[in-house]
């Protein structure tokens, strides 16, 4: 893959020239560049012509000042270290003011982007683990590494420090809380202990507000820490800087807390498959206070890791091993409480706006990448995780570049490429579809957590709390409570139940089976909805009634007919007859799952503007919804009408009327249905035939 055999070029403007399956690294200004193999995600295809200037000399140091690398440069920097003609001292190097420290792990990873970091700022562990000697002796520190002359006489400097004495372990976690608030300190629209305070009070007012009543009220809730890479020391969320800090009249988080909250600019992401437990060790570091043991691959360190996300642009990362509190020996039951609200809320952290970076480690934290076939196949790949699927951005940085040969690795990244495509259309109905198919084909530790994946592709803007103890059915619906009501009425019409008169599939099922409707774009943004529409209804785990307002043409009955062409195939048909008997209407192309019998009269109600999918049911009586009258149906089964034979079937039948219905449980069907041992037998027997819909005795394969 590597060839490090000098070459030259002629522009001493450019690192980076392009060429058809090659590409030339040298530091600016230099003479000296070395030749590889292009990076192994590249497409000769997609590749443009033109030059990459990659000037070392530019990265500075310092709070937002450095945006980072892209992947070819971290592709140039590995051919540059390993090429032996560039001090990798120099290579791995920020600029900017204040005191330099270098950062070189004792043991020599295979990674380059491993080696070592040099940069001001960036404070060794013999540093951050000082005690904390009072507010004078902060000072001296804290200006000798920012390069700065504060004086104890500046009150908000004075302010500053006595705030992060008193909420700090050691010198680690002080230099952090004060790092990004030093330089800035002139430009506050208040002293920073003051707005330091007000933020920790807002913080845990917003997770307080939004944690009520056994649901998580705004799913955008930001991460409760992040690792400050330059104190090394793992800090509450409220503790960095934020915009509102220079303008007194914004707020941190709304203050009606209800509309979507940003995700800080800086914070990177970083996604990882967890290794199997055997190949895994608990470690305890005081980059989290200790406060739980770190899992860790036994072939990395936590020190390996910060050097390579300090090389790679990072200042302040999410990492869950370190920002998720972990199991440990103690605090089990903190760690269940925090749980509640932060495990749901991950997927927030990695697609929350704006877009942000994620340094994505496909073998384990801190391995080496490698496309080996064998590897792929593992359960344990990043490929196959659940969690995964939802950290899956476009602005992904390869973690574990080594200069070994990668098998196959067009294929691999060819894959990777269109996982990416697809998570970035996460937010259209139909590619959903494919999202959910993906996520049931991936392993989990615990199925609870494939429920918990599903929330962000359902659109939840309200979520579920995660609870470690509950029944999967539970689970599931519960989610189903809060996900978006497209998503659910997706659900709803294309998955058959697998119970009787159950409106909406098991999760056992969803799980077994895919989609049996064509899914057209639904033009319905309502329903099925919670009735009563508040937010009293998420609360708990019990069930909750669906309904919406819709279209419904009651009282018909619907026969099943077969018909066959000359070349020995045959089609279904649906014949629509009014109460009378008269023949209304034919259905010439449909699909249906779901148990219909001839002699029951039934309510059709179309579910959507387009008039493709519908639902038929029986009445079981009347009811309210938000004071206005409805029926109560229990679902029978779902049509799915090809284009245009809807709409002729809404107008050829005048009596059609608008209305609230509301789908009854399982058990409120089987109890008040006229008809519910005829249905049980039927659905007894498709069951058992292993088939998804019934007409009678016809049991047919979708």
């Not at 070392?56 to 540059?80: D, P």
């Not at 009150?155 to 004060?178: P, Q, W």
């Not at 599903?454 to 803007?461: K, M, S, V």
């Not at 109600?605 to 229990?634: R, S």
């Amino acid at each position: 893959m590597f060839n490090q055999r000098p070459s030259h070029t002629q522009d001493g403007s450019a690192l980076v020239k392009r060429r058809k399956a090659a590409r030339s690294f040298r530091l600016l200004g230099s003479p000296t560049a070395i030749s590889c193999m292009q990076a192994p995600w590249e497409s000769s295809r997609s590749r443009t012509h033109g030059e990459d200037v990659f000037d070392i000399a530019e990265r500075q140091a310092g709070f937002r000042s450095w945006a980072g690398v892209n992947r070819t440069e971290i592709w140039g920097l590995g051919q540059l270290a390993v090429s032996g003609l560039v001090d990798v001292e120099t290579l791995f190097r920020r600029q900017g003011p204040g005191k330099v420290f270098v950062l070189r792990p004792a043991r020599r990873s295979p990674i380059p982007l491993q080696w070592t970091h040099t940069g001001p700022g960036t404070i060794p562990d013999a540093l951050a683990d000082m005690p904390c000697k009072g507010v004078a002796h902060a000072l001296l520190q804290v200006n000798d590494i920012m390069g700065t002359d504060f004086a104890l006489e500046d009150t908000r400097i004075r302010g500053l420090l006595e705030y992060a004495v008193g909420e700090s372990r050691d010198f680690g976690e002080l230099y952090g809380r004060v790092r990004p608030w030093w330089a800035e300190n002139p430009k506050l629209s208040q002293p920073p202990a003051e707005i330091l305070a007000s933020q920790k009070w807002r913080d845990a007012e917003f997770r307080a507000i939004s944690h009520g009543n056994h649901f998580i009220s705004n799913a955008s809730i930001p991460p409760r820490r992040i690792w400050d890479l330059y104190s090394n020391r793992v800090l509450p969320y409220h503790a960095l800087l934020h915009d509102h800090a220079f303008d007194e009249k914004q707020s941190f988080y709304d203050k009606k807390f209800q509309k979507k909250y940003f995700v800080h600019a800086d914070l990177s992401t970083v996604s990882h498959s967890w290794v199997a437990e055997a190949d895994r060790v608990d470690v305890w570091t005081s980059i989290n206070g200790q406060e739980w043991p770190v899992p860790l691959p036994r072939k990395t360190t936590l020190e390996h890791v910060r050097v390579e996300l300090l090389n790679m642009g990072a200042e302040y990362v999410w990492l869950d091993v370190l920002c998720l509190r972990q199991k440990g020996p103690s605090n089990e039951a903190l760690r269940l409480k925090e749980w509640e609200v932060d495990v749901p809320t991950i997927g927030f952290i990695y697609k929350g706006r704006p877009a942000r970076r994620c340094i994505t480690y496909f073998n384990g934290l801190g391995l080496p990448l490698t496309t080996d076939p064998a590897v792929l196949d593992s359960t344990q790949h990043w490929l196959n995780r659940v969690w995964t699927l939802q950290e899956s951005l476009e602005g992904w940085l390869p973690g574990g570049l080594t200069p070994a040969p990668l098998a196959d690795a067009q294929a691999f990244f060819a894959r990777v490429s269109g996982l990416i495509a697809c998570a970035a259309a996460w937010d259209d109905p139909r590619a959903r579809v494919g999202f959910v198919q993906d996520l049931k084909r991936r392993r989990c530790t615990k199925e609870l957590d494939r429920i918990a994946g599903l929330a962000y592709y359902f659109g939840c803007e309200t979520l579920p709390v995660y609870n470690e103890g509950l029944a999967l059915e539970t689970a599931w619906a519960l989610l189903l409570k809060h996900a978006e009501a497209l998503s659910r009425t997706q659900v709803f019409l294309q998955y058959p139940a697998d119970m009787p008169f159950a409106p909406f599939v098991s999760f056992a099922g969803f799980q077994a089976r895919n989609p049996v409707l064509p899914l057209a774009w639904l033009y319905t943004t309502e329903g099925p909805v919670l009735v009563p529409a508040d937010q009293t209804q998420l609360g708990g785990n019990g069930p909750a009634h669906f309904a919406h307002f819709v279209r419904c043409i009651s009282q018909h009955y619907i026969l099943a007919r077969q018909r066959g062409d000359a070349e020995g195939t045959t089609s279904l048909f649906l014949e629509v007859h009014d109460a009378a008997g008269d023949l209304v209407f034919t259905l010439q192309r449909c699909a249906v799952h779901g148990v219909l019998l001839p002699d029951v009269p039934y309510t059709i109600v179309c579910m959507d503007f387009a008039e493709n999918h519908w639902v038929v049911g029986e009445v079981l009586g009347e009811t309210e919804v938000q004071g206005q009258p409805a029926v109560q149906v229990a679902k029978w089964a779902v049509i799915y009408i090809a284009s245009g034979e809807g709409e002729r079937l809404m107008h050829i039948h005048g009596d059609d009327v608008e209305t609230w219905v509301v789908y009854a449980h399982a058990n409120e069907a089987k109890k008040q249905s006229r008809y519910a041992e005829q249905y049980l037998e039927a659905f007894k027997e498709m069951q058992k035939c292993g088939r998804i819909y019934t007409f009678g005795d016809q049991y047919m394969y979708p």
